[in-house]
Nanobody
Framework: QVQLVESGGGLVQAGGSLRLSCAAS????????MGWFRQAPGKEREFVAT????????IYADSVKGRFTISRDNAKNTVYLQMNSLKPEDTAVYYC??????????????WGQGTQVTVSS
């Protein structure tokens, strides 16, 4: 049982940057692989990035590779998503998730409520 709360979303111009944070409580995240997913209106929730428990391995969706960086600080029980060179197509609700290693939604057992990211053109 872990509770996840995302923050850092908002409105940003195309080409700008945002850093999302995901704060965990209830349990430490040290033993979990962590991921970020996003869902745009009318679309399925899609994989964005994941990071292993020790931060030694990361995977990114092709759509964000080179622009987004996932990181974690287990001591602070927090995972981050640094988003640079944002595009209007990045507009979505971004969700933090905790679970087993993978890019599939069903691999993750715990989800945050989401934070809205809107990129204007």
């Amino acid at each position: 049982q872990v509770q996840l709360v995302e923050s850092g979303g908002g409105l940003v111009q195309a080409g700008g940057s945002l850093r999302l944070s995901c704060a965990a409580s209830g349990r430490t995240i040290s033993s979990y692989d962590m991921g970020w997913f996003r869902q745009a209106p009318g679309k399925e929730r899609e994989f964005v990035a994941t990071i292993s428990w020790s931060s030694d391995t990361t995977i990114y969706a092709d759509s964000v590779k080179g622009r987004f960086t996932i990181s974690r600080d287990n001591a602070k029980n927090t995972v981050y998503l640094q988003m640079n060179s944002l595009k209007p197509e990045d507009t979505a609700v971004y969700y933090c998730a905790a679970g087993g290693w993978g890019t599939e939604r069903y691999k993750y057992h715990y989800w945050g409520q989401g934070t809205q990211v809107t990129v204007s053109s």
